[in-house]
């Protein structure tokens, strides 16, 4: 089976990948909305791990996660709707949370679920660098499982080469200095800079791609993008899943 | 000034450091770098001195209660920081983060507040060095502290009600963080109290630490002694404590007492005592103990006191519990104001709910008739006159 990043890398420049929260809008909607997703015309998948309090996530992915809470979902309960469905999907999929979800499940034993849960990458916002190297990495390496780091337009050279050097799937370069879902424009210029560095991770852009308009934007300029909040605030809305989804991502893609 | 217990990368033992989303990397990086220097500078040091003594009104007595004394059997002192501007020990605080913001060539600042008392703080040394002033209030707070809400409008700030969560000082906090990262560039995140990711407990610690600073010299002038057998202070997110514990961490003599809130009992699901029902996991950036449920969800605090009701606690009040190095005794709500009706009877000073349960920590002690104690008096109770009218009259 061929990696995430040549997956990403065999499709350049025009990489789509849909964020939504687990257990939303029910708690038994993650395989429903993986199903249909792995279906569509997306490349590759992000599954949200509902926490209480999401630092770097705006208001309609803080909903979401409330009321995949409310509605009894829990990462463990995650593991058990992934284990059912691994086997029936084709595209990669990933979870992204924060790290008190994962410290409460215990650091091994969520690496151990990740790898028998087909997950390969995991985001994490919360979890810096020199952190993950020191406490997690052993394990991460153990169970084959490879964390994707944020940049931003602000971070510096040096720090995107070294996280360029240990990431296996791709970079998540962040459109601006913006929360999740917020209408800031692209920074074009300083995105370019990061895009010319030369990195052997390819890049995808995330927070704040809402429309096919951005999507071709960020496919302009670096290797594809990552749709959150405007997908969520569809499926809030979606009372025929089956046909919003396919039809949410071709319209994104074009297809 | 001296750092007794945390060690060069931001951390107290296992707790502390900086746990926070990239977008954040770089305002983070640069306090970090920046705030010791800045502090140390001879410019902050004279103006901060100086606004601390002739705006502020420090030093702040230090009281002996002969009616508590005689009661308790023991030599019994407050501090008063009740009697500050502003009323209570946030503006050391504030004042210090605004002026530092002020250097570093900030002109906005964002902040969180719970009960009020620190968003006023902040407001006040917002208008008093010219800068523009957020603060994020949950909706439930607004409701119940409606004079300091009011305070901080007269005062200039801009108060954005917290709509998510359960709408209270967790969740304004968190949506300071956001403002934060979406106003990188030109504003200071205020954190009012030891948490947050480092620098934010050292420094709010160094800003507070006057606090023991001013014990030690005036406790030598008034018995003799600069060390007392013990220190009293409450713990929200524990900044009052951090200050009147200072300058006293690496005395043989002092013993450390912190009273947490354990608002309808710490066995009810009513409570805010983190170190006595928390486990360690990471809140607003820090690794320390908090309040959760087996699946890493942090769950609502409870207390009387809004400036308590936090289910987080400092990092470093994290280490000198689990090294023993300090107490931590859970004080119930009715607790906290039987010690509240006692100090305004025998002393006729009405302190804040939160010191209050300071307070309730000297019926639970069995001190030595030669023993000083200094109880932290962090804040005056104007702005509790609602339960106090409920409860006391």
């Not at chain 1, 660098?129 to 490879?146: G, I, Q």
């Not at chain 1, 052997?200 to 934007?217: A, H, M, S």
């Not at chain 2, 009616?67 to 030599?75: D, M, Q, W």
Request: glycine share 8%.
């Amino acid at each position: 089976m061929k990696t995430l990043q040549e997956a990403i890398l065999r499709n350049r420049h025009n990489n789509l990948s849909v964020f939504f929260t687990a257990g939303f809008p029910q708690a038994g909607s993650t395989t429903e909305i993986l199903g249909i997703l792995n279906d569509s015309a997306v490349d590759f998948i992000e599954v949200g791990i509902p926490f209480s309090d999401p630092l770097a996530d705006g208001p309609v992915i803080q909903r979401s996660g409330t009321q995949a809470l409310r509605n009894g979902m829990s990462l463990e309960l995650l593991f058990t709707q992934l284990g059912e469905v691994r086997n029936t999907l084709t595209k990669p999929y990933l979870l992204m949370g924060y790290l008190n979800s994962l410290l409460a499940f215990g650091i091994e034993a969520f690496y151990r679920k990740c790898s028998e849960s087909g997950i390969h990458h995991i985001i994490i916002p919360d979890l810096p660098v020199n952190e993950f190297l020191k406490e997690h990495k052993a394990f991460a390496d153990h169970y084959e499982v490879s964390p994707v780091f944020l940049v931003t337009p602000d971070t510096s050279a040096k720090r995107i080469h070294e996280i360029d050097k240990i990431s296996k799937a791709f970079i998540y370069l962040v459109s601006g200095n913006t929360t999740t879902g917020n209408q800031s424009s692209i920074q074009t210029e300083a995105i370019r800079k990061i895009t010319g560095m030369k990195l052997k991770n390819p890049v995808i852009i995330g927070f704040g791609i809402k429309d096919r308009e951005d999507y071709l934007q960020a496919c302009s300029l670096a290797d594809g993008a990552i749709i959150g909040s405007a997908f969520i605030a569809m499926i809030a809305e979606s009372k025929n899943l089956q046909k919003d989804i396919p039809g949410f991502i071709s319209q994104i893609k074009g297809s | 000034m001296k750092s007794y217990t945390l060690i060069s990368n931001g951390y107290y033992g296992k707790f502390g450091g900086a746990y926070i989303p990239e977008l954040l990397f770089n305002n983070v990086d640069e306090l970090q770098k920046s705030y010791k220097k800045i502090i140390a500078s001879a410019e902050f040091q004279k103006k901060f001195k100086g606004l601390l003594k002739d705006y502020v009104g420090r030093p702040t007595p230090l009281y002996y209660s002969e009616a508590l004394s005689e009661k308790y059997k023991a030599r019994i002192f407050m501090k008063r920081e009740d009697l500050n501007h502003t009323g209570a020990h946030k503006i050391n605080n504030a004042l210090g983060q605004a002026l530092l913001a002020k250097m570093m060539g900030k002109q906005k600042i964002v902040a969180e507040t719970g009960a009020g008392q620190h968003g006023v703080a902040t407001a006040t040394a917002c208008t008093l060095l010219g800068l523009s002033c957020v603060v994020f209030m949950g909706e439930t707070d607004i409701a119940r502290q409606a004079p300091n809400v009011a305070r901080m409008k007269m005062l200039g700030a801009t108060v954005i009600p917290s709509l998510s969560g359960t709408k209270t000082l967790k969740d304004a906090t968190n949506d300071a963080i956001r403002y934060w990262i979406n106003h990188a560039a030109d504003t200071h995140y205020i954190i009012g109290s030891v948490v947050g990711p480092h620098p934010y407990p050292d420094m709010v610690t160094r800003f507070q630490s006057i606090i023991s600073k001013e014990i030690k010299i005036q406790l030598r002038k008034q018995t003799g002694e600069s060390e007392p057998d013990y220190v009293i202070a409450c713990v929200g997110g524990g900044s009052n404590a951090a200050g009147a514990f200072y300058h006293f961490l690496n005395s043989k003599k002092t013993k450390l007492v912190g009273a947490e809130a354990a608002g309808k009992g710490v066995h009810t699901h009513e409570t805010a005592a983190t170190l006595t029902i928390g486990s360690v996991g990471i809140i607003h950036g820090a690794k320390t103990y908090l309040m959760q449920n087996g699946d890493g969800q942090i769950t609502e605090p409870y207390s009387i006191s809004a400036g308590l009701d936090y289910p987080g606690i400092g990092p470093l009040h994290a280490f000198l519990h689990e090294s023993k190095q300090a107490t931590y005794l859970a004080i119930t709500d009715l607790e906290a104001l039987a010690a509240a009706r006692e100090l305004i009877h025998l002393d006729g000073i009405i302190p804040a709910l939160e010191s209050a349960h300071a307070f309730a920590v000297l019926p639970k002690m069995k001190f030595r008739p030669t023993d000083i104690v200094v109880i932290n008096l962090s804040g005056r109770g104007d702005k509790d006159m609602e339960a106090y009218l409920k409860f006391i009259l």
